[in-house]
């Protein structure tokens, strides 16, 4: 194994770690990952059930520690500033996450939860919140479907909407990176396929960080590929030499489905 054999393993990228570890207790669940992540661009991280994947992005925006027991090692860089020496809060704020299951907030209406975050942060401009809830959710391709009805809670959207008004909260309080921890795996085909367009249209704007068990879902949507096993980081690399040159053997094995 070569870990970090391959494209910006280590270097400037907007989000970079540097020999990062992460324990439950005394369970080791990732160790000494070397990783960057390039602006305006779409990593996927990709490996079997219990590698390391959703503790690796939970890390990213210092969602890891609110879990009890719970402890890291090593650096993340964000603009080469490591985010565990500042607020935790104004890091969430700058790297924004959306996870695998839709969770708007059940009694809010649908304005209200895209602008749970700007009032959390203490804005109170109502002109400004309304440009930002527009904006966001036209960001989330979302504004079209709920733009009559905003005041209806938004428990009420479908499951691939409620997906988006939680993309659309993300966005509103201008984050730099997105993470994404399986976003569409609780959706249909068509609402999936919703989510992987709104992912491209994404990143040109932002550095985008996704999560997948779907192998095919990640070479549709990522520029590069990480592959994880063991909590370890085996291979780094451009998507289509991931999927067709991969250079480690286990690389190989998992993408032609010896296991997994």
Known sequence: MTEGNSLESSGTGKLVTQDLSAYYGAKRAIESVNISFPDKSVTAIIGPSGCGKSTLIRCLNRIHETTPKTRVEGHVLLDGQDIYEQDAVSVRRRVGMVFQKPNPFPTMSIYDNV???????????????????????????????????????????????????????????????????????????????????????????????????????????????????????????????????PREKLTESYITGRFG
């Open 115 to 245: 602008a749970a975050g700007l009032r959390l942060n203490g804005l109170r401009d109502r002109k400004e919140i309304d440009r930002r809830i527009i904006q966001s959710l036209k960001g989330a391709a979302l504004w079209d479907e709920v733009k009559e009805i905003l005041d209806q809670p938004g428990i009420r959207l479908s499951g691939g909407q409620q997906q988006r008004l939680c993309i659309a909260r993300a966005l509103a309080v201008e984050p730099e990176v997105i993470l994404m921890d399986e976003p569409a795996s609780a959706l249909d085909p068509i609402a999936t396929a919703k989510i992987e367009d709104l992912v491209f249209d994404l990143k040109k704007q932002y550095a985008v960080i996704i999560v997948t068990h779907n192998m095919q879902q990640a070479a549709r949507v990522a520029d590069q590929t990480a592959f994880m096993y063991l909590g370890k980081l085996i291979e780094f690399n451009d998507t289509k030499e991931i999927f067709e040159r």
